[in-house]
């Protein structure tokens, strides 16, 4: 099946199946049985290599040199050379070091990549299992992930100034700030949440810039441009903003009229990035945008729809619809106006139903539309008196 993309007069043609970063992520009727480009006649509409697969069950073997022996390292404090995973052997240059008195400050909180800083002690088992996970997902980012080890034998003064209750801790800095810490022995899941949050907030600059981008170019109607920026979020591993860039393709599909390929993506973010539907308003927005024109019945008859209300004003169903049609069309004032209306009427009205719209709306428009501002003043007098 294709579909048909508009941007201005010139016609994109895009062909399903759509988005895969996961072999889970949408229906078989959707996916690719291998990652490749979604093209149109001039782009790429979406799609990126697996980046996000967690590390291996069986982390590489240390090279004979590190079993265990963290002394091993140079004047820099950099451990010299691994066998990488094609069995050539390369310089661990900025992605695993130990942190010495004369090179601390300089690969933590003056780094120009996000570090991992694991505190250990030689006598703990866990710690050497720790650094074995830790450097298995270093080599995945190939530089852009330090980490970097501190023996607290030898420091002892800094695990009191640190707080250290237990060995191993991690303490991850971004951007010269400790932006998170974690104590022990953690599971593979946890240790990638971790990494994940790190590297979204090195790149938060960089991401807020580029959707910023993607926001003012699908506004200016520039949907080529859109797409294209939007794809930098997905399929840049480092930044880890890949929720990002699917809402943003899903408001462009949307743009586009093309709700099922809204909804795949939407699905996609709510199987693989859920927590962050809630966390970050620009996804919940993306969501509550398709979810809406999800629920707007497929009529175009717009006056029938008001004559109906009209005519029967105490139907709250009819009212109901009318809002989401409204929504669905652009007519986002008129859509609050009769949610709050349909709420004004019967707010117990189908377990609230009348409730979970209006405030759907203002997650689709928000928080700075003028329209959310004045729907959530109505809203309150209404709910709260």
């Not at 399903?16 to 690719?32: M, N």
């Not at 601390?104 to 866990?126: G, L, N």
């Not at 996804?283 to 717009?302: G, R, Y």
Request: hydrophobic letters at 40%.
């Amino acid at each position: 099946m294709r579909a048909v993309l508009r941007a201005g007069s010139q016609a994109l043609r895009i062909s399903r199946p759509f988005i895969v970063s996961r072999a889970t992520i949408i229906p078989a009727s959707y996916r690719l049985l291998t990652p490749r480009p979604f093209h149109t006649s001039s782009a790429s509409f979406f799609v990126g290599p697996p980046h996000n697969a967690p590390p291996p069950n069986n982390p590489p073997p240390r090279p004979p040199h590190d079993q265990g022996n963290y002394d091993d390292v140079d004047d820099e404090g950099e451990v010299p050379e691994v066998v990488g995973a094609e069995g050539k052997r390369t310089r661990m240059k900025d992605m695993v070091v130990e942190l010495t008195a004369k090179n601390f400050e300089r690969m933590t909180v003056q780094s120009q990549v996000p570090v991992v800083m694991m505190c250990y002690t030689r006598h703990k088992a866990e710690c050497q299992t720790m650094r074995n996970k830790l450097e298995a997902i270093v080599r995945q980012y190939s530089g852009s992930l330090r980490l970097a080890c501190l023996n607290l034998e030898t420091a002892p003064e800094l695990a009191q100034q640190l707080g250290i209750m237990d060995v191993p801790a991690m303490f991850c800095f971004a951007n010269g700030r400790l932006v998170d810490r974690f104590t022990g022995l953690v599971s593979d899941k946890t240790i990638n949440e971790r990494i994940n949050i790190l590297m979204r907030t090195a790149s938060i600059a960089i991401i807020s810039e580029l959707t910023a981008a993607g926001e003012a170019a699908l506004e200016a109607g520039d949907v080529k441009k859109a797409v294209e920026t939007y794809n930098k979020l997905v399929t840049d591993p480092n930044m880890k903003a890949e929720s990002y860039g699917l809402a943003g393709l899903a408001m462009c599909a949307l743009n586009q009229k093309d709700l099922p390929l809204a909804q795949a993506l939407v699905k996609n973010i709510k199987d693989n990035h859920a927590a962050d539907i809630t966390h970050i308003p620009l996804i919940k927005q993306a969501v509550s945008n398709v979810e809406l024109a999800a629920a707007s019945l497929p009529s175009t008859d717009m006056k029938g729809m008001e004559d109906a209300v009209q005519a029967s004003p105490d139907d709250q169903q009819l009212r109901y619809d009318l809002a989401t049609a409204y929504f669905a069309s652009g007519h986002h004032e008129k859509a609050v106006h009769q949610a709050l209306e349909c709420l004004r009427r019967d707010r117990t009205w189908n377990e609230e139903a009348a409730r979970k719209l209006v405030l759907k709306i203002f997650e689709a428009l928000g928080p700075a539309s003028e329209i959310t501002k004045l729907g959530r003043r109505r809203f309150s007098s209404l709910w709260f008196m």
